[in-house]
C-alpha cells in the first residue's frame, strides 16, 4: 500500500511520464500531484467534465458498466484518466509525452498503482 504522493511519484517513473494528478471529480480539485509541464489545475477542472459527461452518457444508454480508463491522444500527448474503483469520486489522471512512451505499459501502471494507493 502506498500514499498518494508515493503512487503519483510511481507513475511518473513510466517511460515518457510527464506529470500525473488524483482528483476529485464532484469538484474537479487536484487531492495531490507529482510532475510538471501541464497546468494540472486546469488540466484536472477540464477533465472532470470529460468523466462527468462520459458517466451521463452511459446513464442516458442505460449502460450497467464502469469505466476503466479514458484515452485522449493529442499530437504530442496521451492524457489518461482512470476513475478509481475503490474510491467513488476520484480518478487517476496521468499525462505522457506520446514520443516517448509505451501506451500499454503506461495503463497498465496507472491500473496497479491505484490497486495500491492507500486514499
Known amino acids: ?4 504522493r508515493e503512487s503519483l511519484d510511481a507513475l511518473l517513473t513510466a517511460d515518457g511520464a510527464v506529470c500525473a494528478a488524483l482528483v476529485d471529480s464532484a469538484s ?6 507529482s510532475g510538471s509541464g501541464v497546468d494540472m489545475e486546469v488540466a484536472a477542472a477540464g477533465n472532470t467534465e470529460v468523466v462527468r459527461a ?6 442516458a444508454l442505460g449502460l ?3 469505466i476503466e480508463d479514458i484515452l485522449i491522444t493529442l499530437g504530442k500527448q496521451y492524457h489518461i484518466l482512470r476513475p478509481m474503483a475503490r474510491k467513488e469520486g ?12 509505451n501506451l500499454a505499459m503506461a495503463r497498465r ?7 495500491d ?3
Open 54 to 59: 462520459k458517466l451521463k452518457t452511459m446513464r
Open 1 to 4: 500500500m502506498a500514499t498518494i
Open 117 to 119: 494507493m492507500i486514499v
Open 90 to 101: 476520484l480518478f487517476i489522471y496521468m499525462v505522457l509525452d506520446k514520443a516517448k512512451s
Open 64 to 66: 450497467n458498466d464502469v
Open 109 to 115: 501502471k496507472v491500473q496497479d498503482v491505484e490497486k
Open 28 to 33: 474537479g480539485m487536484i487531492l495531490g500531484q
